[in-house]
Structures are given as structure tokens and as C-alpha cells.
């Protein structure tokens, strides 16, 4: 899961960066509106934390271009205005959810999860596939009951594998849900994490699709 967050705050934009990538998500992370706007025309993000108060294009009015472009992505804005007339126009305007800043850390990742939730579909908090089950607020991870102890990455990969399951992803989507654009990334990572989790899961729960992807069969196929 990919985060791109648009804040011009060091100290909160770090702070936030911090508490995201221990939660297991990728952050990439842009100071002014216009540099946000362009990311998200161009890449592909599973959510933006917008700050409305922002240099160079003002939050409210990304998210306005970004509706007209008809950009699909769940949008959470992060303001210091605590006008109602602020949040209702936000919310008019496409967000999904806000927060007022200063905001608890706790709070802000249980929103995201849920809003995560809302977008795959999902209902339950949990994410299970056959005996395989993800608690994404713990990132604990069991199969057949056993605690499966798995590497940041691997655990990032298995979910995102898990979100989509039935649905072939690309080496390139795959690759952009686990890193982010400071990230190094070494030209078989991938397939060593597939290994590892199909020795620590079993062998049969990912399938390579030769020269496209990887994929996890639907539940019950
Ligand atoms: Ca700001």
C-alpha cells in the first residue's frame, strides 16, 4: 500500500512518515500542492493525506483538480482549520474523511485502515483467505492458527496480494505497492520475497504468471 502525503510541516510530515512505514505502509512525501498534483497524476497511490494548507496550490483546490480529472484515489485531508465550513467543503469537494490537526497517531492509522477497508471492499477488519488471516491494525499474521512471523516487505507484499486476490499484478505494480521513490530497490527483491513467503505460507498460495506477474487465486478456487 502506497501513501502519498502532501504536507509542508518537517516536523509533522516526518513524524508522520515515521508512524506510516511502521505500520507497513510505502510514504512518499511532497511539501507544495503542485508537486502533489503532478505525483498523482502519474503515479498510482492507494491514498492521499492532504494537507489543506499547503504552498504553491492550496490542498483544497488539488483535490478539486483531482475529482475533474476524475482521479480515483480516497483522500484524507489533514487541516488546522477547525471551521465547519472548511470540513464540509472538503468533504463536497471529494475527501473521504478529515482530521484536525494535532491529531493522535493512533487515531489517524485506524482511519486509514478503514478507509482502506471502505475502497477493497471489505467489511471486516480482518483480511482472511482460506486459513490465512491478516489483522492489518496488529499486522499479526497466522495460518492454520500458527503465528507466522513474517519481514516488513514480505508482510506489505502478502497483503497486497491479498487485497487483489484472483487479479494477476504486475512486477511494476507490485514493485510500486512496496517501494518508494527513496527506496533502493535490488532487481530480484521481489522474487526472493515471493520465496520466502511461500516457504513460511505454503508453496502453492502464489502463483507466478509467467512474464506478467504473480498472483493469489481467489478464496475457494
Ligand atoms: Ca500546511
Known amino acids: 500500500m502506497r501513501i502519498l502525503l502532501a504536507e509542508d510541516d518537517i516536523m509533522l510530515g516526518e513524524a508522520l512518515q515515521d508512524a506510516l512505514i511502521a ?9 507544495d500542492g503542485e508537486s502533489a498534483l503532478s505525483a498523482i497524476c502519474s503515479e498510482t497511490f492507494d491514498l492521499l493525506m492532504l494537507d489543506l494548507g499547503l ?14 480529472r476524475d482521479i480515483d484515489i480516497p483522500v484524507l485531508i489533514l487541516t488546522a482549520r477547525d471551521a465547519t465550513s472548511d ?18 497517531l ?31 491494525a496488529s499486522q499479526h499474521v497466522t495460518y492454520a492458527g500458527r503465528d507466522i512471523s513474517l519481514q516488513r516487505r514480505e508482510y ?19 514493485e510500486a505497492s512496496l517501494y518508494g521513490w527513496m527506496d533502493e530497490v535490488e532487481s530480484n527483491a521481489l522474487e526472493v520475497h515471493i520465496h520466502h513467503l511461500r516457504k513460511k505460507l505454503y508453496p502453492g498460495l502464489i502463483r507466478t504468471v509467467r512474464g506478467v506477474g504473480y ?3 481467489a478464496a475457494g478456487n
Do not use: C, N
Open 23 to 31: 505500520q507497513g505502509f510505502v510514504v512518499d512525501w511532497l511539501k
Open 55 to 68: 504552498p504553491r496550490r492550496s490542498g483544497m483546490d488539488v483535490l478539486a483538480e483531482i475529482r475533474k
Open 87 to 104: 470540513r464540509i467543503a472538503g468533504l463536497d469537494a471529494g475527501a473521504d474523511d478529515y482530521l484536525l490537526k494535532p491529531f493522535d
Open 106 to 136: 493512533g487515531e489517524l492509522s485506524a482511519r486509514i485502515r478503514a478507509l482502506l477497508r471502505r475502497r477493497s471492499g471489505r467489511a471486516r477488519p480482518e483480511m482472511v483467505h482460506g486459513e490465512l488471516r491478516i489483522d492489518p
Open 156 to 174: 506489505m507484499l502478502l497483503k497486497e496480494l491479498l487485497e487483489h486476490s484472483g487479479e494477476v499484478l504486475t512486477r511494476d505494480k507490485l
Open 215 to 217: 498472483m493469489i487465486p
